[in-house]
């Protein structure tokens, strides 16, 4: 990750241009094909987008893909306005899809063309098509076309003007285009094929009437040609070498190529290849939908930082080099898939931790007086800007007074179990100060909130050092004098459900709003170093997230301070669930006090994994092979994030868990075993110091992936080998642990446990599914918990009926 001054223009390009260590793919390897061939004289890409609304993080992909191949073979990568739409193309678009793409490092230098420009070269096309009998005007309705192109299963049947003679069609097209129709009377469709299974192959329309404003060409048309005829042209008349489309456009290829040999365009000329789109978990992607989130006031515009375009990212404070390695770790398939938005955050989280500097911000701030810290004495602390593993130099200077102000979080009248922070009896070190002992607090008699704290500080433990002591843990603070008062803005997914269109009849995706997404700070405070930074500095918040000025609302009078994400995954599944269940637990037991301040969705209380998370994330940044790994796990072997997360903190964890998969390649059973039950067993010893190695561990997960034993009976297993070591075999079968699944040994348990609940046998037979689970488990019982649970289920269903 270079190392550049932060810009203040927040759509000045950014480092370095995308792909230039792109690693292989299909599509690259077609190339690689016709480079090595001599097919072409260079490679040409283009990115097409539609005027019609702001780039959104899937064209990233695009862009990254298209201007990268450009760069690796030393072509060129054209921009291209697929403007052939007059109704909802603008100007304003075309200016913004620009600065989007050079923010993301994409230069097309020269070669910037609009295809409203090709209006005329492809009317030309389409007259030539009508004479040589291969197009025509069909005067039909547009239902009537519909209704004859036929189903998938039945064919096509010819309109009454398919037969229109040549020079029929001809004058008809003329006057089409000279505007004597109005919208719809006429279309021009190819003359292909009305039986092909290709539905877009029966005579598809290549041109229809449209007396409308086109932001470009004017009133100077009126007719306008289909995506179809025109892609593949506009393509074939800028020299395109491959043309690069999402896979819903696969179908399209037959007419793409068709077009193109009709038009005389000979080889080597364009082709189109496919790869997948990109879809992002929480997020809607296609313009329509986002048009609408920005019509109906939903967020405050194209650029509001919780939407997925790049202008609200940018605005959000991403940085562009976050994208383009989001788009690297992301690759290129054929597989559709949707990607989970922690490899987003991750990539953002990858490229800030190395440059923005660590400062102290608090977000909702409680009164902490210092009472035998002198009135009016400012010590100024010298406090490093980057942790030591970042291995970057620079201070600043942090004033330490007798006022100061903490998170209301960082304080509990009542602590639970795992509170690691500032309560009664307690001492906590301030980052970078003092260590200081509660002495007393005062509470608001009306509202039962706790309106300030007083402690006494330690001389002896600047810089919170503190040896001989226990402290509860570490907390950030500001000075209520100096710091300064800044808008903070939360950011949280605009969309709570994982794919926001999945709903039901009736509805459409905007029931999935978050309400939450936005929570607005006006009292936070942060260190006066703040005010004194580069314009465009992105900041980490110790202990809360990385952060910077939002560019269009933040003024030298008035900070506001976009979260750009958070410090860890928050909405990891089980990490989510474990603050979630703390806050409640928080929340009741803290009776009395202060409410929460912000929805659990916005305040996450670090827990110990979290801590244990930063680390990891620290030794990846470190390790270049575990990061890469920390990858792998999740793309290859299909780990979440979390479960990769834990495999690749460190190298010896890391090596273990791939050398069991290499012994038994289920790396999901795997990495249950390894995460949930080794840790335990391993009681605190090193993984070398165990009495077993990998290889019999993959073969005991082996075992119960095959049924060859059920899961408790290899817990216990695995605590023999944990204590003696030995050979999983030789244990099951010493300790008669081999699960039956054999038949005949178990249907005698299975007459038995239905004959001795009879009623329940009735339920079932009445409906009451459920009590499959009930009749499994007691079976199981019955044979000693050696019976196979599936050969069980199968058994009880067929007696059951
Ligand atoms: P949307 O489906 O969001 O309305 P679009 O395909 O209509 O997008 P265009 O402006 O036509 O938007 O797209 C320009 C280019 O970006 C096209 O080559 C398209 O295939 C590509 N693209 C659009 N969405 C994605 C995506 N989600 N992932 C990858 N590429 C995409
Ligand atoms: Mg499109």
Not at 147 to 155: K, L, M, S, Y
Not at 181 to 199: E, Q, T
Not at 423 to 444: F, I, K, T
Not at 681 to 709: C, N, Y
């Amino acid at each position: 990750m270079a190392d550049r001054p932060p810009r203040h223009d927040p759509a000045a390009p950014e480092a370095s241009p995308p792909g230039t260590r792109a690693p292989r793919d299909f599509i690259r390897a077609i190339i690689d094909r016709h480079v090595e061939e001599g097919r072409y004289p260079g490679i040409v890409t283009r990115f097409p987008p539609e005027p019609n609304g702001f780039l959104h993080i899937g064209h990233v992909k695009s862009i990254h893909l298209n201007f990268g191949i450009a760069a690796e073979y030393g072509g060129r990568c054209h921009l291209r306005f697929d403007d052939t739409n007059p109704e909802t193309e603008s100007e304003a678009f075309v200016r913004a899809i620009q600065e989007d793409v050079t923010w993301l490092g994409g230069s097309w230098g020269e070669h910037l063309y609009y295809a409203a420009d090709y209006f005329g070269r492809m009317y030309e096309i389409a007259e030539e098509l009508t004479r040589k009998g291969k197009a025509y005007v069909d005067s039909s309705s547009e239902e009537e076309i519909r209704d004859a192109r036929g189903t998938v299963t039945e064919p096509g049947r010819p309109t009454a003007y398919r037969d229109r003679p040549v020079d029929e069609n001809l004058d008809l097209f003329r006057r089409m285009r000279a505007g004597e129709f109005p919208d719809g009377a006429h279309v021009l469709r190819a003359k292909i094929d009305l039986a092909s299974p290709n539905m877009l192959m029966r005579d598809p329309l290549l041109y229809r009437i449209r007396h409308a404003h086109h932001y470009r060409t004017g009133d100077d048309w009126c007719i306008y040609p289909l995506y179809d005829f025109a892609h593949c042209l506009e393509d074939a008349f800028e020299g395109i070498t491959h043309s690069l489309c999402t896979l819903e456009f696969e179908i399209n290829r037959e007419l793409y190529d068709w077009v193109l040999d009709e038009a005389g365009f000979e080889e080597p000329r364009t082709h189109q290849y496919e790869f997948a789109r990109l879809n992002l978990d929480y997020t809607v992607l296609s313009k329509r939908k986002l048009i609408r989130l920005v019509q109906d006031k939903h967020v405050s515009g194209w650029d509001d930082p919780r939407m997925p375009t790049v202008a609200g990212l940018r605005r959000r404070g991403v940085p562009a080099a976050a994208l383009r390695s989001f788009a690297e770790m992301i690759g290129v398939t054929k597989a559709d898939t949707r990607v989970d938005v922690g490899k987003l955050e991750f990539a953002v989280r990858e490229e800030l931790n190395p440059v923005a500097p660590r400062v102290l911000g608090v977000l909702r701030p409680l009164r902490l007086i210092v009472t035998n810290w002198p009135e009016d004495k400012v010590e100024w602390l010298d406090a490093p800007s980057f942790p030591p593993d970042v291995g970057r130099d620079g201070s600043r200077r942090l004033p330490f007074a007798r006022e100061l102000l903490i998170e209301q979080d960082d304080f509990r009248v009542e602590p639970v179990k795992g509170y690691r922070r500032l309560a009664p009896g307690r001492e906590v070190r301030l980052r970078h100060g003092y260590v200081v002992r509660y002495q007393s607090h005062d509470v608001d008699p009306a509202t039962g909130a706790v309106t300030a704290v007083r402690v006494t500080y330690d001389g002896a433990s600047k810089g919170g050092i503190a040896r001989d002591r226990d402290v509860a843990g570490t907390i950030h603070w500001v000075t209520a004098v100096h710091s300064k008062r800044v808008q903070i803005r939360l950011y949280d997914r605009l969309f709570n459900a994982p794919d926001p269109d999945d709903v039901p009849e009736g509805q459409d995706f905007t029931v999935h709003l978050n309400p939450n997404s936005l929570v607005v700070l006006d009292g936070a405070r942060v260190e006066p170093s703040l005010a004194s930074a580069l314009p465009g500095t992105r900041w980490q918040l110790e202990r809360t997230g990385y952060f910077w000025a939002d560019p269009v609302d933040s003024s030298p009078h008035r900070m506001v301070l976009n979260q750009i994400v958070t410090l860890r995954s928050g909405w990891a599944r089980n990490e989510r669930a474990a603050d979630e269940a703390l806050q409640r637990t928080l929340g009741g037991l803290a009776a009395g006090e202060a409410p929460p301040a912000a929805p659990p969705a916005t305040t996450r209380v670090p827990s110990a994994a979290d801590r244990g998370r930063e680390a990891r994330e620290a030794a990846r940044t470190k390790d270049r092979q575990l990061a890469a790994r920390f990858l792998r796990y999740q793309d290859v072997l299909g780990l979440t994030a979390d479960e990769a997360d834990l495999l690749t903190g460190d190298r010896a964890v890391s090596d273990f868990f791939d050398a069991v998969v290499a012994v038994h390649p289920e790396a999901r059973s795997v990495s249950a075993w390894v995460i949930n039950e080794l840790p335990g067993e391993a009681a605190g010893r090193a993984l070398h110091e165990l009495p077993f190695g990998p290889t019999q561990l993959g073969r005991l997960i082996a075992l119960v992936d095959q049924s060859e034993v059920s899961r408790i009976a290899a817990k216990e297993v695995l605590s023999e080998l944990a204590q003696q070591g030995g050979e999983p075999d030789a244990i099951i079968e010493r300790r008669g642990l081999r699960q039956v699944g054999d038949r005949v040994a178990l249907l005698p348990h299975v007459d038995a446990v239905l004959a001795a609940w009879p009623e329940k046998v009735q339920e079932y037979r009445a409906g009451k599914k459920g009590l499959l689970g009930f009749f499994t488990g007691e079976v199981r019982r019955a044979s000693g918990g050696a019976a196979d649970p599936r050969v069980v289920r199968t058994l009880l269903e067929e007696r059951l009926g």
